[in-house]
C-alpha cells in the first residue's frame, strides 16, 4: 500500500469521524424530541444538562422524566447497538473472507435470540442464568454449528454463508417453537416484536452495561487489527506473517458472540447494519482495520439512531419494528453485493 493512499485513508478517517460525531448528535438530540409528546430541543437541553447535574432549571416533571428517564436512554442504547453490530460485521467479514458475513447473516443473532427466549418463556437458568448469558450461550451454539457445517477451512468463505443461512433457519425454527408450545398469547406477541428489535424497554442500566462490552471489544480488536489486516489474506498467510491464527480466531469469535449477544438480550435480533456499515465505512477509510474500526463504530451509531427515528415516524401513532427499517435498507444492498459478487460470464 502507498503512501499516498495511507494517507488518503488517514485523513478519510479523521473526515469521517467529524462528520459522523456531528451528525451522531444530531440524530441523538432529533431522537430525544421526537416522539407522540414533542418537546422543543431548547428544553431537551435543558434537561439533559439537569440530569446530568449541571443545572437546576425548572421544567415540568413530565418533560424531564421523558427526556432524560426514556428517550435519551433510548438514544443511546440505539447508538452502541448499532456500533456493536457494525464492528462485530467488520470482524466477521475479515475472518471468513466474505464480503456478505454479519451476525444476522451468520445466524448467530438467531441463536443469541433462541438462548433468550428460552430464559424468558421456559425459564431454562431462571436465578442463575440470565437472559443475556442465555443470548451468549445461543450465540455461540450458532457460531459451533456453522463451523460444524461449513466443515472449517476446506470448505471457503460462501460455504460458511450457506452454513449460516441453516444455522438461522434453524434457530428460528426453535425460537417459534418455543413461543407457540411454551407461551401464552401476551408473551408471544411480545417475544416476536422483540425479536424483530425494539428499543422501547431499554433504561440507564441497559446502557451502562452495553457501553462497557462494546467499549472492551472495540479496545480488544483494536489491539488485533493488524492480524484482522493479515486474515483478509487467508489462514496460511496470516500464519506465515507471525499471527497465531488460532487463538486470534477464538479470540475474535468470542468478542462477536459477546457483543452480538449483549445487543439481541437487549434489544432483539437486528439484521442488516453489520452488512451495510462496514462497506459504507471501507469505501470511505479503505481497508486498513486500524482506521476501518473506529469508522463502523461511528457510522453504525448514527445508522441505528436514524433508523430509531424513522421506524416512529414512518406510521403515525405506531412504532415499527427497528429490524423492518434496518432490512428495508440492507436487503437491497445485500442484492448489490451479490450482483458485484456474480463470476464473469
Not at 287 to 308: K, N, T
Request: one cysteine or more; charged letters at 10%.
Amino acid at each position: 500500500m502507498t503512501k499516498e493512499m495511507t494517507g488518503r485513508g488517514a485523513l478519510g478517517l479523521v473526515l469521517l469521524t467529524g462528520v459522523s460525531a456531528i451528525c451522531l448528535v444530531a440524530a441523538i438530540a432529533a431522537a430525544t424530541a421526537i416522539g407522540d409528546y414533542r418537546i422543543g430541543l431548547p428544553t431537551v437541553f435543558l434537561a439533559v444538562t439537569n440530569g446530568l447535574g449541571l443545572t437546576g432549571a425548572e421544567l415540568s416533571p413530565i418533560e424531564q422524566s421523558v427526556v432524560w428517564d426514556l428517550r435519551l436512554s433510548r438514544a443511546l442504547v440505539a447508538a452502541l447497538a448499532g456500533a456493536g453490530l457494525s464492528l462485530c460485521g467488520a470482524i466477521l467479514q475479515a475472518l471468513l473472507r466474505n464480503p456478505l458475513a454479519e451476525p444476522f447473516v451468520l445466524g448467530v443473532s438467531a441463536g443469541a435470540s433462541t438462548g433468550a427466549v428460552a430464559v424468558i418463556i421456559l425459564g431454562i437458568g431462571a436465578g442463575s442464568l440470565s437472559l443475556s448469558l442465555g443470548a451468549f450461550a445461543g450465540a455461540f451454539a450458532a457460531f459451533g454449528l456453522v463451523a460444524l457445517l461449513s466443515n472449517g477451512a476446506t470448505s471457503g468463505p460462501n460455504h460458511t454463508i450457506l452454513a449460516g443461512v441453516a444455522a438461522s433457519q434453524l434457530f428460528n425454527a426453535l425460537t417459534s417453537y418455543i413461543v407457540t408450545t411454551s407461551g401464552n398469547a401476551q408473551q408471544a406477541r411480545d417475544v416476536m416484536f422483540w425479536l424483530l428489535g425494539s428499543f422501547g424497554g431499554v433504561r440507564w442500566p441497559d446502557f451502562h452495561l452495553l457501553l462497557a462490552v462494546v467499549l472492551i471489544g472495540l479496545a480488544i480488536c483494536m489491539v488485533m487489527a493488524r492480524a484482522l489486516d493479515a486474515f483478509t489474506f487467508g489462514d496460511e498467510d496470516a500464519a506465515a506473517l507471525g499471527v497465531p491464527v488460532g487463538r486470534c480466531r477464538l479470540v475474535l469469535f468470542a468478542v462477536t458472540a459477546m457483543v452480538t449477544a449483549t445487543i439481541v438480550s437487549m434489544v432483539g435480533a437486528i439484521g442488516f447494519v453489520g452488512l451495510v456499515v462496514p462497506h459504507a465505512a471501507r469505501y470511505v477509510v479503505g481497508p486498513m482495520h486500524m482506521r476501518l474500526l473506529p469508522a463502523c463504530v461511528m457510522v453504525g451509531a448514527v445508522f441505528m439512531v436514524a433508523a430509531d427515528i424513522v421506524s416512529r415516524m414512518i406510521v403515525s401513532q405506531q412504532t415499527i419494528p427497528i429490524g423492518v427499517v434496518t432490512a428495508l435498507v440492507g436487503v437491497p444492498f445485500f442484492a448489490i453485493i451479490l450482483y458485484r459478487a456474480r463470476p464473469a460470464a
